[in-house]
């Protein structure tokens, strides 16, 4: 805390003593600032929402489509043995060189930002949560065999609450990465609107305030969403110790 308050009183008197330009960049009072100026006027607000809009939509198909690829994924190894070297491959594919065949396919629409958003979350929840099955106790399945429970028993009272830790940090770890995809892709193809557009549209015009303002915006925005994703795993799973 002290560090940080530290920093930001040299960048400031840096800023005051003129050994930074204010073309290029600007100091933490005129970014705060401009952030309130934005934020009270509104003129912030609807490309804010826009890339909400499309970062929650993305990192909602990215939870669901992950949370079961990766328990399907943890359960056999047989997926594991065909599918594995795949997925390996395209969780290492730069994402930002698929944003030109995703506008062919689905045009400047909203569904650039989402496809990109699902691909680029996807992978931290379906690894999480694969790592989640694979890592359960078998001497509770072993016990689950013995009582002759159902596979729905099985399922809610073993397999579910060992993996649902993992799904949810595989989430938090989604939900940052949907934040920076989303803002790319705005900034790659100018007409979607958000942040982004806003980002590199404000650069164009060198007004610096305003782009450090919605950046810091948006890390503001991602720090309390994973706050608050934290603070529900832990009500949600208090059986887990593994924090």
């Known amino acids: ?55 929650a939509l993305g990192l909602v198909l990215a939870v669901a489509t992950g949370g079961v690829a990766g328990i399907v994924y943890g359960l056999s190894p047989a997926v594991r043995q065909v599918a594995g070297p795949y997925l390996a491959a395209l969780n290492a594919t730069p994402r930002v060189a698929t944003i030109g065949l ?21 992978f931290p929840v379906f ?48 939900l940052g990465r949907a934040l920076v995809v989303v803002v790319i892709a705005e900034i790659f193809v100018g007409s979607l609107g958000g942040i982004g557009y806003f980002i590199i549209n404000a650069g164009q015009q060198f007004q610096s305030a305003n782009v450090l303002a919605a950046a810091c915006l948006m890390a503001a925005t991602g720090w309390a969403l994973s706050t608050g994703l934290e603070r529900l795993g832990i009500w949600l799973t208090p059986w887990h110790d593994g924090r």
Not at 42 to 47: C, E, R, S, V
Not at 111 to 118: K, S
Not at 131 to 157: H, I, P, Q
């Open 1 to 55: 805390m002290v560090a940080g308050l530290l920093m930001l009183a040299v960048w400031e008197g840096a800023w005051r003593a003129g050994w930074i330009d204010p073309l290029f960049f600007s100091g933490p009072t005129a970014v705060a600032g401009a952030l309130w100026r934005l934020v009270v006027s509104g003129a912030i607000i609807p490309n804010y929402l826009t890339t909400l809009s499309a970062a």
């Open 102 to 122: 995703l506008v062919v396919w689905l045009g400047l629409g909203i569904g650039v930002r989402v496809a990109l958003v699902t691909i680029s979350a996807f």
């Open 127 to 174: 690894f999480n949560t694969a790592e989640g099955v694979r890592g359960r106790d078998a001497s509770l399945d072993r016990v689950a065999r013995v009582y002759g429970c159902n596979r729905r028993e099985w399922f809610t009272s073993i397999l579910l609450p060992h993996t649902l830790p993992y799904l949810l940090t595989g989430t938090r770890l989604a």
